[in-house]
């Protein structure tokens, strides 16, 4: 037992140092490959990889370049004992590990966050390059492995230098300086843009500096260096979906200057920086056989190894940064300001790229209640303690956005733009529901639970009816459903505040505890569960203030069923205009409401759907939360026209 503790000591002393730097270079290829996809890609796996390779790639860095200094310093503290060349070999790799905590192109933050930790980032590029210094020092033998070591150390020592200048940049206090200065400069004459696709990019950079940055800060920009005149002709000068190429186009700049090295590749000094770290990491590459082949006796084969794989990765992870500067959106709209149209005509005809996931997560109440989908291994998870956190995810259901919703979402935006100023007494209508513009966390839930119980029951009416409503009231469901996914697991979308759950907890309890098995038999028992509902508030006293324990069981009792009945009483059409005219007034003053913050989080796992609408609502036709309404009776015109919009 004991022979074997002493070798195995012995192997993990001899590799230690080896299986580290080996593990840094592969984190920082899975960061480059991945980093870059979670600005289109919607799946929670890529987030939870890219979380745990970008919190261990400084780690096992800053460890290995630790052991590096360890090992050299032992050896000069020893009497007699000299630089042999195989500690020269490993001394070599600290530069290495200098251009790993540089970080790839494609990610430099996984947070807004980590832009506020800037100053961190400073102090341990001082650190860690001075102990590569010390290094450097206490390795000198005068041999040429040692002049490589120069070359390599000053490309490692741009690398860091870049994220952290980056990293500042991004931080809130930079942006919001530079916001007067970057609009000042964007006036351009876009007289030669021809093609649809460059003026949709350029469009969309200027949006990106001088809408989406001041209001992710909530600055006002004066109207004086406002670009409103632009905006009414996009409008009208572009198809609808060019109007959303322009935000996908512009969301995916505002990734690239918060969460990569945008801000400074795609500058003349940026790109000077990359062609000096590709020029030394090539040159270190070309010469490494010759020092190689003039000491061959002196190396251990497997260091030599290592270090060849350290030199190939760094030269292949330049040469995929270079390719994906080169086929950027980025790239393209600085060929444009410096008017290189016949570079950019030939890259044009062969880069495409997804811009944002295209997506809109649905979570149904009903769904969930009868538990349509079981977790894996739920036994394994409940004795973890996993099982609820990652039941709400897992009934979280991926979808792609349809035209048709788009459509109906701009015509009715674009129909409540043009008659805002119109008559508003046409027709009454009894307010229905909670008021969404006082409690909108109660009033998406009601009207979910509603919806979701209409659509139910109203099944086979919908489909008689005809196929252009059955589109209307799938599409209005999508929305729904839209909704409480970001009430169940983005709360912070809908709220600023600290939510109150236990009125979403207790019918979820109560409904498990009725042992549903049907949706229909969830809509014909409701009034049932709902009584259950109450009772559980009453033995859990989980809300401790009477107030809010009032206000709850009121909701309970009465807003939700009042609600059912309300619309219970409305003939289909009618039914289903309400409801309709309800959610696409929702829609847009929850995405006006939500924090410009929160819709930059949201950036980085693929783009919410809800920032698209605030873009479309906030910027291209200049609403506020405050020109929606709770009642139809306030809006008659968009009432009665939101059931033709899809046949136009």
Same mark, same amino acid.
């Given at each position: 037992?004991?022979?074997?503790?002493?070798?195995?000591?012995?192997?993990?002393?001899?590799?230690?140092?080896?299986v580290?730097?080996?593990?840094?270079?592969?984190?920082q290829?899975?960061?480059?490959?991945?980093?870059?996809?979670r600005?289109?890609?919607?799946k929670?796996?890529?987030?939870?990889?890219?979380?745990?390779v970008?919190?261990?790639?400084d780690?096992?860095?800053?460890?290995?370049?630790?052991?590096?200094?360890n090992?050299?310093?032992?050896i000069?503290?020893?009497?007699g @004992?000299?630089?042999?060349?195989n500690?020269e070999?490993?001394?070599?790799?600290?530069?290495?590990l200098?251009?790993?905590?540089?970080?790839?192109?494609?990610?430099?933050?996984?947070?807004?966050?980590?832009?506020?930790?800037?100053?961190r980032?400073f102090?341990?590029?001082?650190?860690?390059?001075?102990?590569a210094?010390?290094?450097?020092?206490?390795?000198?033998?005068?041999?040429?492995?040692?002049?490589?070591?120069? %070359?390599m150390?000053?490309?490692?020592?741009?690398?860091y230098?870049?994220?952290?200048?980056? %990293? =500042?940049?991004?931080?809130?206090?930079?942006? =919001?300086?530079?916001?007067?200065?970057?609009?000042?400069?964007l006036?351009?004459?876009?007289t030669?843009?021809?093609?649809?696709?460059?003026?949709?990019?350029?469009?969309a950079?200027?949006? @990106?500096?001088?809408?989406?940055?001041p209001?992710?800060?909530?600055?006002?920009?004066?109207?004086?260096?406002?670009?409103s005149?632009?905006?009414?002709?996009?409008?009208?000068?572009?198809?609808?979906?060019?109007?959303f190429?322009?935000?996908?186009?512009a969301?995916g700049?505002?990734?690239?200057?918060?969460?990569?090295k945008?801000?400074l590749?795609?500058?003349?000094?940026g790109?000077?920086?990359? @062609?000096?770290?590709?020029?030394?990491?090539?040159?270190?590459?070309?010469?490494?056989?010759?020092?190689?082949?003039?000491?061959?006796h002196k190396?251990?084969?497997t260091d030599v190894?290592?270090t060849?794989?350290?030199?190939?990765?760094?030269?292949?992870?330049?040469?995929?940064?270079?390719?994906?500067?080169?086929?950027?959106?980025?790239?393209l709209?600085?060929?444009?300001?410096h008017?290189?149209?016949?570079?950019?005509k030939s890259?044009e005809?062969?880069?495409?790229?997804?811009?944002?996931?295209?997506?809109m997560?649905?979570?149904?109440l009903?769904?969930?209640i009868?538990?349509?989908?079981?977790?894996?291994?739920?036994?394994?998870l409940?004795r973890?303690r996993?099982?609820?956190?990652?039941?709400?995810?897992?009934?979280?259901a991926?979808?792609?956005?349809?035209?048709?919703l788009?459509?109906?979402?701009?015509?009715?935006?674009e129909?409540?733009?043009?008659?805002?100023?119109?008559?508003?007494?046409?027709?009454h209508?009894?307010?229905?529901?909670?008021?969404?513009?006082?409690?909108?966390?109660?009033?998406?839930?009601?009207?979910?639970?509603?919806?979701?119980?209409r659509?139910? %029951?109203?099944?086979?009416?919908?489909?008689?009816?005809?196929?252009?409503?059955?589109?209307?009231?799938?599409?209005?469901?999508q929305?729904?459903?839209?909704?409480?996914?970001?009430?169940? !697991?983005?709360?912070?979308m809908?709220s600023?505040?600290?939510?109150n759950?236990?009125?979403?907890?207790?019918?979820?309890?109560?409904?498990?505890?009725?042992?549903?098995?049907?949706?229909?038999g969830i809509?014909?028992?409701?009034n049932?569960?709902?009584t @259950?509902?109450?009772?559980?508030?009453?033995q859990?006293?989980?809300?401790?203030?009477?107030?809010s324990e009032?206000?709850?069981?009121?909701? !309970?009792?009465?807003?939700?069923?009042?609600?059912?009945?309300?619309?219970? +009483?409305q003939?289909?059409?009618?039914?289903?205009?309400?409801?309709?005219w309800?959610? %696409?007034e929702?829609?847009?003053?929850?995405?006006?409401?939500c924090?410009?913050?929160q819709?930059?989080q949201?950036?980085?796992s693929?783009? +919410?759907?809800?920032?698209?609408v605030?873009?479309l609502?906030?910027v291209?036709?200049?609403?506020?939360?405050?020109?929606?309404?709770?009642?139809?009776?306030?809006?008659?015109?968009?009432?009665?026209?939101?059931?033709?919009?899809?046949? =136009?």
């Amino acid at each position: 037992m004991e022979f074997s503790s002493l070798s195995m000591m012995k192997l993990w002393k001899e590799w230690h140092l080896r299986v580290t730097v080996l593990l840094s270079l592969t984190l920082q290829i899975v960061l480059i490959t991945l980093g870059n996809r979670r600005k289109h890609n919607h799946k929670l796996w890529i987030s939870i990889v890219v979380w745990c390779v970008y919190l261990s790639a400084d780690v096992i860095a800053t460890f290995a370049l630790g052991i590096i200094t360890n090992n050299v310093s032992n050896i000069c503290d020893e009497e007699g @004992v000299s630089m042999d060349a195989n500690n020269e070999l490993t001394a070599f790799w600290a530069p290495f590990l200098l251009l790993h905590l540089g970080g790839p192109e494609t990610i430099t933050a996984y947070a807004l966050e980590d832009n506020e930790l800037w100053l961190r980032h400073f102090l341990g590029l001082a650190v860690q390059t001075g102990m590569a210094i010390y290094v450097f020092i206490m390795a000198w033998t005068g041999s040429h492995l040692l002049i490589l070591y120069l %070359l390599m150390f000053v490309a490692g020592l741009i690398k860091y230098g870049e994220r952290t200048w980056v %990293l =500042r940049k991004a931080s809130i206090e930079t942006i =919001r300086e530079s916001i007067a200065d970057d609009v000042m400069n964007l006036f351009f004459d876009q007289t030669n843009f021809v093609s649809d696709e460059r003026f949709t990019l350029f469009e969309a950079y200027r949006l @990106v500096h001088i809408y989406f940055r001041p209001l992710f800060l909530n600055v006002k920009v004066p109207l004086l260096f406002r670009y409103s005149a632009s905006i009414p002709y996009i409008i009208t000068s572009t198809t609808l979906e060019n109007r959303f190429k322009i935000i996908e186009a512009a969301l995916g700049f505002m990734y690239d200057n918060l969460y990569t090295k945008a801000p400074l590749l795609y500058t003349r000094w940026g790109l000077g920086l990359r @062609v000096i770290t590709f020029f030394l990491t090539s040159s270190v590459l070309v010469l490494f056989p010759v020092v190689v082949i003039h000491d061959k006796h002196k190396f251990s084969n497997t260091d030599v190894t290592i270090t060849y794989i350290l030199l190939v990765g760094a030269v292949i992870l330049e040469l995929y940064s270079a390719v994906l500067i080169l086929s950027s959106d980025r790239f393209l709209v600085w060929l444009l300001m410096h008017r290189k149209f016949s570079t950019l005509k030939s890259l044009e005809s062969f880069l495409t790229q997804k811009r944002w996931s295209n997506n809109m997560s649905q979570f149904s109440l009903l769904s969930f209640i009868i538990k349509e989908k079981r977790l894996p291994c739920p036994n394994i998870l409940k004795r973890l303690r996993l099982d609820k956190k990652l039941e709400k995810q897992w009934y979280a259901a991926d979808m792609e956005i349809p035209k048709s919703l788009k459509t109906l979402i701009w015509l009715y935006l674009e129909e409540k733009s043009r008659d805002r100023n119109g008559p508003t007494n046409s027709i009454h209508v009894d307010c229905v529901g909670p008021d969404f513009t006082e409690e909108l966390e109660k009033s998406i839930l009601a009207w979910h639970v509603a919806t979701d119980i209409r659509y139910e %029951l109203d099944g086979e009416d919908i489909k008689r009816h005809g196929p252009a409503f059955e589109l209307h009231c799938g599409l209005i469901c999508q929305i729904s459903r839209y909704m409480f996914y970001l009430m169940a !697991l983005h709360p912070n979308m809908i709220s600023d505040e600290n939510m109150n759950h236990i009125t979403l907890r207790s019918i979820l309890w109560a409904a498990r505890s009725l042992k549903f098995t049907n949706k229909i038999g969830i809509c014909e028992r409701f009034n049932e569960l709902l009584t @259950v509902s109450e009772t559980y508030l009453d033995q859990r006293c989980l809300v401790l203030e009477s107030e809010s324990e009032n206000d709850i069981k009121k909701f !309970l009792k009465n807003i939700l069923p009042g609600l059912l009945r309300k619309l219970s +009483e409305q003939e289909l059409e009618e039914r289903w205009k309400i409801i309709s005219w309800t959610w %696409l007034e929702m829609l847009p003053y929850a995405a006006i409401k939500c924090r410009g913050i929160q819709h930059a989080q949201h950036l980085r796992s693929g783009g +919410e759907f809800l920032t698209h609408v605030w873009f479309l609502a906030s910027v291209f036709l200049e609403f506020t939360h405050k020109d929606f309404k709770s009642n139809p009776s306030d809006d008659p015109i968009l009432f009665n026209s939101v059931m033709p919009l899809l046949k =136009r």
